[in-house]
């Protein structure tokens, strides 16, 4: 198991001080695995130590593999980037836009001013936003009796849209939605088309949507840390039996499966000979879809769920279809035109297809983009590619 000194070090004294309960952190070359490594407990509290085949929530790194199934689909002419999305999901043909509320508390919504398409969908511009950062949207749930997206029901899926598509990146529910295109077009649900599709070509065996008895035997607790920065553990888990599988935060999984899917993406689609998207879709996917537009910081309407999110301060960010694109080069070493995105409960993933590297940083505490975290994973990045030079 390849370790490095100094990030075993670093993550030692994070859970030896409690500033972190379990790590796990994985990052490999296209020729090696350059680290490897668990630390801490699953749970603080009880005796079972985090590992490498620990499962967690990888909450939001659930997007770029349902991004994956859908430029598949794209692939086979079952999905075009361009056509109107609710020619697929008629339900999508009937968003609105939010443009407030009348003086009863109601919302006042009007048509869009084009369709959303799955470009849209796939790079954040649909319209779609989160409750945990636009407090718009949790009023709008509040006058309306919608239920919460992480409820995973249908009702869960009529928020409404915070601008005209095409206009800004506002990051939200567009992959849910995506979720339900692939399902349509399939013609068969969520999990079993990733565990065709994408789990099974590639031997993921330990990400899915629902856990097995061997998944919930290393399941990692989700943490909190109150404003004094403690940690305890909450109960948490997404429903058994959901009504749509929520390809934009669903899936759990371990780190050395997650490495594997980006390992895929890093190579062009193909890896130890099994290919599953062709090497200009992968390109395609790499490309920055939203200039000129920005993303802004993301800032929380949920403080015991997220941070204001600063990704990358004082540079211009990108999106593909669907992550995160750093326009220049990283003080990590993380090339310029890298890929990336993150969890819900501080999980995070690079993708380097420059100087073909790809990591995963595991943890499970809330709020995102806790500051420890974010620190250490920053460090373990610096690390990795320390080490390759």
């Known amino acids: 198991m390849p370790t490095i000194a100094s990030i075993d070090k670093l993550f030692s004294q994070a859970v030896e001080s409690k500033a972190m309960p379990g790590i796990v952190a994985v990052a490999a070359t296209d020729k090696a695995t350059v680290y490897e490594g668990a630390f801490g407990k699953r749970e603080l509290g009880k005796a079972a130590p985090m590992t490498v085949d620990s499962v967690v929530w990888i909450a939001s790194m659930t997007k770029a593999i349902t991004g994956t199934a859908a430029m598949q689909l794209v692939e086979r002419g079952k999905l075009s980037l361009e056509r109107p999305a609710g020619d697929v999901v008629p339900a999508l043909s009937s968003a609105k836009v939010l443009e407030g509320f009348d003086p009863a508390g109601q919302p006042r919504l009007r048509a869009p001013q084009r369709p959303i398409t799955l470009r849209h969908l796939l790079t954040h511009t649909a319209g779609f936003a989160y409750e945990i950062w636009r407090p718009e949207i949790a009023q709008y749930q509040s006058a309306t009796n919608t239920p919460a997206i992480t409820t995973c029901t249908n009702a869960a899926l009529t928020t409404p849209l915070l601008f005209d598509p095409g206009d800004r990146w506002e990051y939200g529910i567009s992959i849910d939605w995506i979720g339900k295109m692939v399902e349509t077009v399939s013609g068969q649900k969520l999990d079993r088309y990733f565990q065709d599709n994408i789990f099974g070509p590639l031997g993921m065996q330990d990400t899915s949507f629902k856990l097995s008895p061997s998944q919930r035997a290393r399941l990692a607790s989700v943490h ?158 610096t690390e990795v590619y320390r080490a390759l030079r």
């Open 224 to 381: 909190q840390r109150d404003d004094k920065g403690a940690l305890a553990p909450i109960e948490f888990g997404l429903p058994e039996d959901p009504e749509f599988h929520m390809g934009g935060g669903g899936l759990y999984g371990t780190a050395r499966d997650y490495l594997t899917f980006t390992q895929m993406i890093m190579q062009g689609g193909s890896l130890n000979g099994v290919q599953l998207l062709r090497r200009e879709t992968v390109d395609l996917m790499s490309q920055n879809h939203i200039a000129p537009l920005d993303i802004a910081a993301i800032t929380t309407a949920a403080p015991g769920l997220s941070n204001d999110v600063h990704l990358f301060p004082g540079m211009r960010k990108g999106w593909g279809l669907s992550f995160l694109i750093n326009t220049q080069e990283a003080p990590t070493g993380r090339s310029a035109g890298s890929l990336a995105w993150a969890g819900l409960a501080n999980t995070y993933f690079w993708i380097d297809r420059t100087k073909r590297v790809s990591g995963v940083f595991l943890s499970q505490l809330l709020p995102f983009y806790d500051h420890t975290a974010i620190d250490l994973f920053g460090k373990f990045e």
